[in-house]
């Protein structure tokens, strides 16, 4: 299949996740029902993101046009992609990267989110079965040439173990961060509620920090993330909630919440679902110069390459863990 084609076939397929078709939104519900935290307003929005930034035609021609990818790929690789499970279709990248250069995929998914992914790799080669040997699913991946996995820092020991001598990419734990002036707009602070709340705070895209001047008011903060308020009646994310504050109150740690999340000074980038943490900073060019050379960040939301709202909203040359993933498949 030459490039053009498969071009074509992933806008094609970017068409159809944003349709109301009838056996996605089946597909759509049986991934719910697997997973009770992909509820319809997460999934629906992972999917508009993919659609709408990875999917278009326009996107897909001016993506791959930075890069040499050859018309036809003559000597197509055998790439095993273990793919995570936190929320709807994150491993979708690296399959389209695959795709895109002509490789074949050999794609482990994660039990959590294994509806969606495989719908999708049905619904392609059902409309071009050149493609079936191209988009491969195993539990096991044995005998391919280099490898994409995407899992925690304890998982990631494990997989070093068995793909560090082939060429890979690893990612491991990261999370993102939001600095903040006390300036923001209320239109601003809810656009941070959207960075911190979607996905309930799952991706590594998701603000789980928030740095504020000293004498920050909390007050207005509080009472404009009350919008996600609804998130409190989630059963799981409920459970988080009162396990967390139970903690909190045993421990007599001060906290501060409205009732869907837990606001806690700790110096920790990473908080547990339901819990933001936050930290008094005086000199933010010192703090910016410190976070961007921190490796456990994904973004910085509240920067000028992240406005507020925009963390869960990646482009189609966002790559994961700042690491091109089109330019290491391209030169193996």
Known sequence: MKLQQRIDLLSRLGEYILSDSDKWKQAKEKAEH???WFIPEFT???????GQRFLQKEALANWVAGYKIPGTNTS??????????????????????????GHKAVIKPSS?????????AEKMT?????????????????????YIATGSNNSSRYFEYYFGKYPHIIRRNRTSVAILTGNETKEEVEKLADDVYRFFGLGCRNVTK???????DFVPLLETFNKYAYLADHHRYKSNYDYNLALHILNKKYYMTNGSILLIEDKSLFSPISQLNYEFYSDRAALESSLRSNQELQ????????????????????YADGMDTLSFLLNL
């Open 34 to 36: 697997e997973n009770a």
């Open 44 to 50: 629906e929005l992972a999917v508009h993101n993919i």
């Open 76 to 101: 197509p690789k055998t790439i095993g992609i273990v793919m995570a499970g936190n929320i709807p279709l994150v491993g979708f990248h690296d399959l389209l990267c695959v795709f895109v250069c």
């Open 112 to 120: 959590k989110d294994r509806v969606l992914i495989m719908h999708l």
């Open 126 to 146: 059902g409309w071009d079965p050149e493609i079936a040997d191209s988009i491969q699913f195993s539990d096991m991946l044995k005998g391919c040439d280099a």
């Open 210 to 216: 928030i740095y504020v001047p000293r004498g920050y």
């Open 299 to 318: 973004c910085i939301a509240g920067s000028e390459s992240v406005p507020f709202g925009m963390a869960q909203c990646p482009a189609i040359n966002d």
